[in-house]
């Protein structure tokens, strides 16, 4: 191989056994150059705004918004880890070396899968707030919701481990040069995947849904013929009605926006074989990430006056975690 061969090569000195450089075309350059980076800053920057305003403001420290808060962590980590990781695969070399690659590949699925199980946990709780709104504050409690919290990001650890078990340990079979950083996964662990990330939790979410919703419309109904009967718009019971009504709608359009974004992904991964497509379909799955906040913002008035606190820097005050935002 002579030198001029040798210049588009991620290590020269290695001769064949190195990848060559990528060399993208203009739509790409757009994509993971401009049009990903700016995605990933976004993801980052939102996502923070929402741990930090349900972590410091105790108004927002609520059952319902400790999901939210464990589906804004996955999402952080998706625009720290997962879509970095897909620019670096599609643009340039990876010199980061095989631990890196490996740790950050499986940090990266441990991110899809804890987003699913948060979905699934945001799904439940609220069939059990509108389907049985009278044992609500009894089956759902703060200790519940951090246990089975604790238990989502602990089964995706392990279900991703397993998964990927051929990729921890021999990760070299998978690369076909140096300075490449790719995952595999055993057809049969693929599989399994495929069954207990995708089809089972989708089954759950459209199931829980799909009852959620049918309640709520009832519901609704009930409200406005009461409400017009007995003038009783006002009252704290339907207050709260309305307040579980609303958040489901809106945590519906969450769960809806998420399965768009996922779906494409899953069914790629079974019949496209391009790891360029691919890593455009995940663009789908990182936008979801960054979108998620900004439907909190616009739907949740207690989100957009905790957004306006830390921006402003009113969180630095003495007895701001006190603040009336609701």
């Given at each position: 191989?002579?030198?001029?061969?040798?210049?588009?090569l991620?290590?020269?000195?290695?001769?064949?056994?190195?990848?060559?450089?990528?060399?993208?075309?203009?739509?790409?350059?757009f994509?993971?150059?401009?049009?990903?980076?700016?995605?990933?800053i976004?993801?980052?920057?939102?996502?923070?705004?929402?741990?930090?305003?349900?972590?410091?403001?105790?108004?927002?420290?609520?059952?319902?918004?400790?999901?939210?808060?464990?589906?804004?962590?996955?999402?952080?980590?998706?625009g720290?880890?997962?879509?970095?990781?897909?620019?670096?695969?599609?643009?340039?070399?990876?010199?980061?070396?095989?631990?890196?690659?490996?740790?950050?590949?499986?940090?990266?699925?441990?991110?899809?899968?804890?987003?699913?199980?948060n979905?699934?946990?945001?799904?439940?709780?609220?069939?059990?707030?509108i389907?049985?709104p009278?044992h609500?504050?009894?089956?759902?409690?703060?200790?519940?919701?951090?246990?089975?919290?604790c238990?989502?990001?602990?089964?995706?650890?392990?279900?991703?481990?397993?998964?990927?078990?051929?990729?921890?340990a021999?990760h070299?079979?998978y690369?076909?040069?140096?300075?490449?950083?790719?995952?595999?996964?055993?057809?049969?662990?693929?599989i399994?995947d495929?069954?207990v990330?995708?089809?089972?939790?989708?089954?759950t979410?459209?199931i829980?849904?799909?009852r959620?919703?049918?309640?709520?419309?009832?519901q609704?109904r009930?409200?406005?013929?009461q409400?017009?009967?007995?003038k009783?718009?006002?009252?704290?019971?339907f207050?709260?009605?309305?307040?579980?009504?609303?958040?489901?709608k809106?945590?519906?359009?969450?769960?809806?926006?998420?399965?768009?974004?996922?779906?494409?992904?899953?069914?790629?991964?079974?019949?496209?074989?391009?790891?360029?497509?691919?890593?455009?379909?995940?663009?789908?799955?990182g936008?979801?990430a960054?979108?998620?906040?900004l439907?909190y913002a616009?739907?949740y008035?207690?989100?957009?006056?905790a957004?306006k606190?830390?921006?402003?820097?009113?969180?630095?005050?003495?007895g701001?975690?006190?603040?009336?935002?609701?």
């Amino acid at each position: 191989m002579d030198i001029e061969d040798q210049s588009d090569l991620c290590f020269p000195q290695l001769g064949n056994i190195s990848c060559r450089k990528t060399t993208p075309n203009l739509f790409e350059s757009f994509f993971f150059m401009v049009l990903l980076p700016i995605t990933c800053i976004f993801t980052v920057l939102l996502n923070l705004l929402v741990i930090i305003s349900i972590s410091h403001f105790r108004q927002l420290y609520t059952t319902t918004n400790l999901l939210l808060l464990s589906l804004a962590v996955s999402d952080v980590l998706v625009g720290l880890v997962g879509i970095p990781v897909v620019i670096i695969q599609s643009t340039s070399c990876w010199f980061l070396g095989d631990i890196v690659c490996r740790l950050m590949n499986y940090l990266a699925f441990i991110c899809q899968s804890a987003s699913i199980g948060n979905m699934v946990l945001i799904s439940a709780d609220r069939f059990v707030a509108i389907c049985d709104p009278l044992h609500y504050t009894v089956k759902v409690t703060v200790k519940k919701i951090q246990l089975c919290i604790c238990l989502c990001w602990l089964a995706s650890v392990i279900h991703c481990g397993i998964v990927l078990k051929d990729h921890l340990a021999h990760h070299e079979i998978y690369n076909t040069c140096l300075g490449e950083c790719v995952h595999g996964i055993d057809i049969i662990w693929g599989i399994l995947d495929i069954i207990v990330n995708f089809l089972i939790p989708l089954a759950t979410i459209v199931i829980l849904y799909t009852r959620v919703f049918v309640v709520a419309v009832s519901q609704a109904r009930a409200l406005r013929s009461q409400g017009k009967c007995f003038k009783l718009q006002n009252s704290a019971p339907f207050r709260v009605k309305r307040s579980e009504l609303k958040a489901a709608k809106t945590l519906g359009i969450v769960v809806l926006v998420f399965l768009v974004c996922f779906c494409p992904y899953n069914i790629a991964s079974l019949v496209v074989y391009d790891e360029n497509v691919i890593n455009y379909i995940v663009y789908l799955f990182g936008l979801n990430a960054c979108v998620n906040p900004l439907i909190y913002a616009v739907f949740y008035p207690c989100f957009r006056r905790a957004f306006k606190h830390i921006v402003t820097l009113r969180i630095l005050q003495p007895g701001s975690c006190e603040a009336n935002i609701l």
